[in-house]
């Protein structure tokens, strides 16, 4: 079954940081990238890494958050600083493309990770 695994999620007080982690179970062959949605809003990417090293990131997260890759293990990872109560949200791996063995799969989600920023 196809599956990412992510870790990494938890409770932080302001201005503490996080740094969620997600591993594919197959080949990664396109971007990877996070997503988050918080109770009541529409699902919004946070970060998008592709394989070549380029990075995009939404406004409300920008000097704050690193999307970084390691291609070897299939693996992004997401560093979050200066957290506020606002990035308070279930935290979402994504992947375009994911081959596992002799089949490709397209637009691969992970379960999530919650990420609670509170005092």
Known sequence: QVQLEESGGGLVQPGGS???SCAAS???MG???WYRQAPGKEREMVAVAK????TDYA??????FTISRDNAKNT???QMNSLKPGDTAVYYCQV???VVGGTTF???????TQVTVSS
């Not at 406004?59 to 704050?64: A, E, F, H, N, W």
């Not at 397209?106 to 999530?112: L, P």
């Open 18 to 20: 996080l740094r969620l």
């Open 26 to 28: 197959g080949n990664v």
């Open 31 to 33: 971007v990877m990238g």
């Open 51 to 54: 394989s070549g090293g380029s």
């Open 59 to 64: 406004d409300s997260v920008k000097g704050r």
């Open 76 to 78: 992004v990872y997401l």
């Open 96 to 98: 375009d493309v994911l």
């Open 106 to 112: 397209f637009g691969v989600w992970g379960r999530g």
